[in-house]
């Protein structure tokens, strides 16, 4: 008997006999107890009072499992080289994989793979008669190469340490399960049975795909990157193709949201804009605008997306290595709490933004380089270099609540009459009339997919696809495979489902046209046309007085000449600029940034590299503010302008806006080990 010495120098590991089968009971003893309730994946659902009363009368979780505490240990084949043997030993953060024959390695090359770079795992059979005592366990990773880019890797595990592959086959399910548990974030039992029925059913999650996003690239990106890694993460999806501006915003108009577990855009900022606000044209807003919400990035700014890769963990990406770093959190599950900011036009139109408002600068660029959008994100490299060329000051006042002062509300309690230039909010609407299910425009079931075929795919994972079912089944092993006249493994039949879920939710009707049930619901029509569109819906700005009124006392307010103003709510004003360097999804809290008027063209280019790494309010400059707020009050003086939100331009004259935190819901994915914050 030999006895395998701790891989990677990891202590603790249970070893095993070389040449016999894995050992059963490698748990760790200190392993997550399971709570007696239904499972879901982290997903941000809305709170259910059966699971809140289920939550309150279970023990105690308990403590949390050490990084390297090794939860599971053994020895498996590889594939297709059945010569070589290899020790693994799954950890709450990484697996560990030894070499073992035909020579052990010291130092072994890819032998630590980090939780944070898998995407999926399954179990597989191989399709020989003289292979059919073994089973398969294979493992999705996205390793980054020696230049920094991600390239996929399927690594493949012959289980046959038992006579009968329903034993092989439960020992394969074990592992499975166990990585999906750990990618997911829920407990392993400590001294229970790892079996499939931990489990729960996968999210369903509607992809709105803008195929014109940044350089025109985002549905190739789509096919190539997003859709093979969701389905090797077994999440349940449907797709949709915009067709126009605007077309998000119509179809979350009629959806039936409790079909869906969120909703997650391909494509850049622009589409998520349009998503919220869709959610506010509907009688029920206030439910629909906690529904979750996911973006990976396809379009030329990414600024949410890089404040998700921050918040992740990972290091600072861009184009393809951003989208795969935010599609591996995707698969994760997770969500935070999505702090939303409510702005009045001087019109009266609402909208909702999540990500910034803009004067001056930099919305200048933002819109002025919309004729370089074929360049991708260099058009604001290109934008901003024409804009120092032709700098320009704006005169403008700019009022806001100091996040440390409590405010004095404006208005009583039942609300004060509204001027006319203030919108008028409307009482609290009647739930929405049931309707049928949502029919979909251009679905993934009406699209051909000719997608790269993945190494492996489970079709029990736990429900098949629809994207790989409609291309003739789960894809083969035949691309990996090198060995001799054996056939290549093939999909295990498809795990049991829990008792809890239904085997598989039907997809919703697909029609072409008009949804029928914008006009079934009762809702009005959409109306194309400018992103601030006039709403009757939103959140109650109680710290606003209306448009044209003094402001209560507490405010705070600069007027002068302004080369910018930005009201920014994360982190990130661009996928590769960290405007507020502090800033969390959920603080509660407007970060302003302004530079007045004189600073000179060297300055402010200063200003936006040191941007790049989050350092500009390190450099000194006396023409750079910052306030915390909980509101402002923006009023330009200078008869002409450019005003953003969230990149799309919206009429110029006075806005206000006031943050509601915790309003929405962002699909996240787990946070990361932070890094060091300038």
Request: proline share 11%.
């Given at each position: 008997m030999h006895t395998l010495p701790p891989p990677l120098g990891l202590m603790g590991a249970v070893g095993a006999d070389l040449r016999g089968r894995p050992e059963e009971?490698?748990?760790?003893?200190?392993?997550?107890?399971?709570?007696?309730?239904?499972?879901?994946?982290?997903?941000?659902?809305?709170?259910?009072?059966?699971?809140?009363?289920?939550?309150?009368?279970?023990?105690?979780?308990?403590?949390?499992?050490?990084?390297?505490t090794p939860l599971l240990h053994g020895e498996f084949g590889s594939f297709p080289a059945r010569s070589s043997r290899f020790a693994l030993t799954l950890t709450p953060q990484a697996l560990h994989i030894q070499r073992l024959r035909p020579k052990p390695e010291a130092r072994p090359r890819g032998g630590l793979v980090p939780l944070a770079e898998v995407s999926g795992c399954c179990t597989l059979r191989s399709r020989s008669p003289s292979d059919a005592a073994a089973a398969y366990f294979c493992i999705y990773t996205y390793p980054q190469g020696r230049r920094g880019g991600r390239r996929r890797a399927a690594r493949t595990f012959r289980v046959d340490g038992a006579?009968?592959?329903?034993?092989?086959?439960?020992?394969?399910?074990?592992?499975?399960?166990?990585?999906?548990?750990?990618?997911?974030?829920?407990?392993?039992?400590?001294?229970?049975?790892?079996?499939?029925?931990?489990?729960?059913?996968?999210?369903?999650?509607?992809?709105?795909?803008?195929?014109?996003?940044?350089?025109?690239?985002?549905?190739?990106?789509?096919?190539?990157?997003?859709?093979?890694?969701?389905?090797?993460?077994?999440?349940?999806?449907?797709?949709?193709?915009?067709?126009?501006?605007?077309?998000?915003?119509?179809?979350?108009?009629?959806?039936?949201?409790?079909?869906?577990?969120?909703?997650?855009?391909?494509?850049?900022?622009?589409l998520l804009f349009e998503v919220l606000n869709g959610f506010l044209d509907r009688p029920d807003w206030e439910e629909a605008v906690k529904t979750p919400v996911g973006i990976l990035p396809c379009g030329s700014g990414n600024a949410l997306a890089g404040a998700v890769n921050q918040h992740g963990g990972f290091e600072p990406a861009l184009g393809v290595d951003l989208l795969l770093n935010c599609s591996l959190l995707l698969c994760r599950g997770g969500s935070r709490p999505l702090d939303l900011m409510s702005v009045t036009l001087a019109s009266g139109s609402r909208c909702l933004s999540f990500l910034s408002v803009a004067w001056g600068f930099v919305s200048d660029v933002d819109i002025q380089s919309e004729r370089f959008r074929a360049l991708g994100s260099a058009r604001?490299?290109?934008?901003?270099?024409?804009?120092?060329?032709?700098?320009?000051?704006?005169?403008?006042?700019?009022?806001?609540?100091?996040?440390?002062?409590?405010?004095?509300?404006?208005?009583?309690?039942?609300?004060?009459?509204?001027?006319?230039?203030?919108?008028?909010?409307?009482?609290?609407?009647?739930?929405a009339p049931p309707v049928a299910h949502s029919p979909l425009h251009r679905s993934v079931s009406d699209l051909p997919l000719p997608l790269p075929q993945p190494a492996l795919t489970s079709p029990g994972s736990p429900e098949p696809l629809p994207v790989l079912s409609l291309n003739g089944g789960g894809p083969e092993l035949a691309g990996d495979w090198g060995g001799a006249g054996d056939a290549p493994l093939s999909p295990d039949p498809p795990l049991p489902s829990p008792p809890s879920s239904p085997k598989a939710a039907l997809l919703s009707p697909i029609t072409e046209g008009v949804p029928e049930t914008l006009a079934s619901s009762g809702l009005p029509p959409p109306t194309p046309g400018s992103p601030g569109a006039v709403s009757t819906r939103g959140p109650h700005d109680h710290l606003l007085p209306p448009l044209g009124t003094p402001l209560p006392p507490g405010w705070v307010t600069l007027e002068g000449d302004f080369v910018l103003m930005l009201a920014i709510s994360p982190s990130h004003l661009g996928a590769d600029l960290v405007a507020?360097?502090?800033?969390?999804?959920?603080?509660?809290?407007?970060?302003?940034?302004?530079?007045?008027?004189?600073?000179?063209?060297?300055?402010?280019?200063?200003?936006?590299?040191?941007?790049?790494?989050?350092?500009?309010?390190?450099?000194?400059?006396?023409?750079?503010?910052?306030?915390?707020?909980?509101?402002?009050?923006?009023?330009?003086?200078?008869?002409?302008?450019?005003?953003?939100?969230?990149?799309?331009?919206?009429?110029?004259?006075?806005?206000?806006?006031?943050?509601?935190?915790?309003?929405?819901?962002?699909?996240?994915?787990?946070?990361?080990?932070?890094r060091r914050e300038p």
């Open positions: 009971d490698s748990a760790c003893e200190e392993g997550a107890g399971r709570p007696d309730q239904e499972l879901t994946w982290s997903w941000g659902h809305r709170p259910r009072s059966a699971l809140d009363r289920a939550k309150a009368m279970a023990p105690p979780p308990p403590p949390p499992l050490a990084a390297s006579a009968t592959y329903e034993e092989n086959r439960a020992e394969a399910q074990r592992w499975a399960t166990a990585l999906m548990c750990l990618l997911r974030g829920l407990p392993l039992p400590g001294d229970g049975e790892i079996t499939p029925e931990l489990l729960p059913k996968p999210p369903r999650l509607l992809l709105l795909v803008n195929p014109l996003g940044g350089r025109g690239l985002a549905w190739q990106w789509c096919k190539t990157h997003v859709l093979p890694m969701i389905s090797e993460a077994g999440l349940s999806f449907n797709l949709i193709q915009t067709e126009r501006q605007n077309h998000a915003r119509e179809l979350v108009q009629g959806l039936r949201l409790s079909e869906w577990d969120g909703i997650v855009t391909v494509s850049g900022d622009g604001f490299t290109l934008g901003t270099v024409l804009g120092l060329a032709t700098l320009h000051t704006y005169r403008g006042r700019l009022s806001y609540l100091p996040a440390t002062v409590e405010p004095t509300s404006p208005t009583p309690a039942r609300g004060l009459p509204r001027a006319k230039s203030e919108l008028t909010l409307a009482p609290a609407p009647a739930p507020a360097p502090h800033a969390r999804f959920d603080d509660g809290l407007v970060h302003l940034c302004w530079v007045r008027g004189g600073i000179s063209r060297a300055a402010l280019l200063r200003l936006f590299l040191a941007m790049e790494r989050g350092s500009h309010f390190s450099l000194g400059c006396p023409q750079l503010g910052y306030a915390a707020a909980r509101a402002f009050r923006l009023e330009p003086l200078t008869p002409r302008g450019v005003l953003t939100v969230d990149g799309e331009q919206v009429e110029y004259g006075p806005l206000q806006a006031q943050m509601h935190p915790g309003l929405g819901t962002l699909l996240t994915g787990p946070p990361g080990c932070p």
